[in-house]
């Protein structure tokens, strides 16, 4: 399948080929995963430490870049159950969240380095997951999943954006500069301005 690419999540089934997976965040450890525990093998490809973003600061997979809470846990609300749905479909991200919780009240909070490796451990030591440090550059020929997260560094979001036909690609809205601390599950978050190009406002 020459120059098939899906962009974000989507567990593709790819008989005698390997699956290309592009960043070692959270869902694209979660994608590794499952396209292996399908019995698919996976060259997923990670640019750090070599290169990095302005948010990571190690080398570990599925690092968390702010909050430590995954949100709320319980059941009666609609984050609570997604977690419970992943829980069922075998998620790699919910198994060592699970493992290395710690208490936030409502929510389901980790220790994040010991979350971040614990799946780093997990995805290296997979048999059928190859973890290629090295940063990619265009979108590549053959399935891909393309989960580079919101700080994609150049040029791969340009060929996003070009492949997308898009003028601009964001993962934030503008937030007012009167943001006042919110009151979520139990913890207070302090919402910040950022604008269309990821800048902190404060
Ligand atoms: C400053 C900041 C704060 C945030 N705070 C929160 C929060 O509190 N709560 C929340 O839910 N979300 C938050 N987010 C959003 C957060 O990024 C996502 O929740 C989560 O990290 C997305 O996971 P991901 O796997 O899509 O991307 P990421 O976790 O960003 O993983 C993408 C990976 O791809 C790698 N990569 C990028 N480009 C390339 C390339 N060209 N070649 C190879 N590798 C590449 C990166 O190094 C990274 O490891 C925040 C984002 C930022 C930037």
Redesign the pocket.
Same mark, same amino acid.
């Given at each position: 399948m020459p120059g098939r690419v899906v962009v974000f999540l989507g567990v593709v089934t790819v008989p005698n080929e390997v699956l290309q997976v592009? &960043? &070692? &965040?959270? #869902?694209?450890s979660e994608a590794a995963w499952q396209a292996a525990e399908n019995g698919i093998s996976v060259r997923l490809? =990670?640019? *750090?430490p070599k290169y990095?973003?302005p948010?990571?600061r190690t080398d570990l997979l599925a =690092?968390l870049?702010? !909050?430590n809470s995954l949100r709320a846990a319980g059941l009666e609300n609609a984050v609570g159950l997604l977690k419970e749905e992943m829980r069922r479909l075998g998620s790699l991200v919910m198994a060592a969240a699970d493992e290395t919780r710690v208490e936030a009240g409502g929510a389901l909070a980790v220790d994040r380095n010991a979350f971040a490796r614990l799946i780093t451990e997990k995805v290296q030591t997979y048999p059928l997951i190859a973890v290629v440090r =090295? *940063?990619? +550059?265009e979108l590549p020929a053959g399935p891909t999943i393309v #989960? !580079? &997260?919101?700080? +994609?560094?150049e040029p791969?979001a340009a060929a996003i954006q070009k492949a997308l036909g898009q003028a601009h690609l964001f993962?934030t809205m503008p937030w007012p500069r009167s943001s006042r601390p919110i009151r979520l599950t139990g913890m207070w978050y302090l919402p910040l301005p950022v604008t269309k190009k990821?800048t902190l406002l404060i």
């Open positions: 592009i &960043g &070692g &965040g959270l #869902a694209d490809f =990670e640019m *750090r990095t973003t948010a990571h =690092e870049v702010c !909050s =090295e *940063r990619v +550059t #989960a !580079s &997260g919101p700080l +994609t560094a791969l993962f990821g």
